[in-house]
């Protein structure tokens, strides 16, 4: 699997940047790619984006989400990926967003693309584009709270 991790510091306190990041079906505003992110539930996401010209569909579970933390994921259809967004409390009005993920290049456009570095620089466009949307508002458009936690023992509220 291609890793690919990506960091941008953002003018808003850490609450307002992981709160944005829990608005999912918001992706598409920010998210380079995406077309379309539909919540099933607090855990499972579907998702429609254009990976290398070609239109892909999957579903994600989130596996791990601690408030004003990090984001924890994995597709459970369709092409293989998974990744983390953590938040990173730099002062009152600043954040760092750290965004990994991992996936598996599908197919010779795929690989091409990883090799001429296309995730890396569609990642951190991404992340600019987040950046630039979070600062303009200066507030989210929404916020979920909520903690899932896949260790054993633990429970999701």
């Known amino acids: 699997m291609a890793t690919t991790t990506k960091t941008i510091d953002v003018r808003v306190p850490v609450r307002?940047?992981?709160n944005q990041w829990t608005q999912f079906e918001d992706f598409p505003?920010?998210?380079?790619?995406?077309?379309?992110?539909?919540?099933?539930?607090?855990?499972h996401l579907e998702w429609t984006a254009k990976v290398g010209g070609k239109e892909q569909q999957w579903t994600a579970e989130v596996m791990e989400q601690m408030?004003?933390?990090?984001?924890?994921?994995?597709?459970?259809?369709?092409?293989?990926?998974?990744?983390?967004v953590t938040f990173h409390h730099l002062d009152d009005n600043r954040t760092r967003v750290?965004?990994?993920?991992?996936?598996?290049?599908?197919?010779?456009t795929e690989r091409i693309g990883?090799?001429?570095?296309f995730m890396d620089r569609q990642l951190q466009k991404s992340l600019d584009q987040f950046k630039e949307f979070i600062e303009s508002r200066g507030s989210e458009t929404g916020a979920w709270?909520?903690?899932?936690?896949?260790?054993?023992?633990?429970?999701?509220?």
């Open 145 to 157: 709270r909520g903690q899932i936690d896949e260790h054993p023992g633990a429970s999701n509220s």
């Open 29 to 43: 505003k920010f998210m380079e790619g995406v077309e379309k992110v539909h919540q099933i539930d607090d855990k």
């Open 67 to 84: 408030p004003d933390k990090r984001i924890a994921w994995r597709a459970t259809t369709g092409d293989e990926n998974a990744g983390v």
């Open 16 to 18: 307002v940047a992981y």
């Open 98 to 108: 750290t965004l990994q993920m991992s996936y598996e290049p599908e197919g010779m």
């Open 114 to 117: 990883e090799m001429a570095g």
